[in-house]
Every structure is written in C-alpha cells, then in structure tokens.
C-alpha cells in the first residue's frame, strides 16, 4: 500500500519544520534563499524584509516604478531569482545529517549557517518514492 501527500497548507514557521529551511534570520525566505534582499534595522535590531519581494511583480508593474511608497528614492528592476529543480534542491542539501527525533546528545554544528544558507536538515520527504 503507497500513500501521496497532494499538498499541505502551513505558514511559514510549519514550512520550515517540513522542507528543513530555517524561517529565521537574513534568509528567511525559501524563494530567494542566498539572494535575499533583506538588511538589518539598527534601531529595532531585528532583520526587515520591506520592500524585498517587487522583484517578484511582473516587470511592468507600476509598484516597481513607484519610488514614494517603499524605500524612497528606490526603484525594483531586478528579475525574479530563478527556481531550482527538486534535482538542484537536492544536490544543495544532500549532505545534511539526517533528522534525529527527539533530543540529540549534543548540538550539532552546521558550518555556514545563516551566512551563506538556512538548512537546518534533511527533510523526511526527500526519502519518500515518487
């Protein structure tokens, strides 16, 4: 007996527990991963992501011409990033160590973190037959 998972309805906290992509940080997004638009509030002290999704409007849409109403002076003529294949998806997480249910012995380290991607680990899905 085979079971299939359609799809799921989640926020983004819960897409973040199934795909293994951290919701947290300058990389929040799970679109524009490493090519994230987002930049720090020094007073606030937290990580802002106004104004960084116009690149995702289509390229005559008046919104990235309007230089009032989001960061003044400021116009979105860059192009949405491109989206990767499952196949591409899977060579960038491969290495992941797998999910450990429960509470691990120790903390596991995952070297550029938050730098240069937010994997925290290997989703169960990529182990499913399709």
Known sequence: M???????ISDLPGYGMLSGWSTHGKLTCPYCMENSKAFWLEQGRKTSFFDCHRQFLPPD????????DFIKGR??????PERLS????RS?????PDVL????????????????YNWV??????????
Not at 2 to 8: D, G, K, S, V
Not at 86 to 89: A, L, S
Not at 121 to 130: A, G, M, R, T, V
């Open 2 to 8: 085979r079971a299939e998972l359609m799809w799921t």
């Open 61 to 68: 849409h008046p919104f990235r011409r309007n230089k009032n």
């Open 75 to 80: 116009t979105e003529n860059g192009t949405m």
């Open 86 to 89: 499952g196949d591409e998806m």
């Open 92 to 96: 960038r997480n491969h290495w992941l």
């Open 101 to 116: 249910f429960g509470k691990p012995p120790q903390k596991q380290e995952i070297h550029g973190f938050d730098e240069v």
């Open 121 to 130: 680990k290997k989703s169960i899905f990529w182990e499913l037959p399709y």
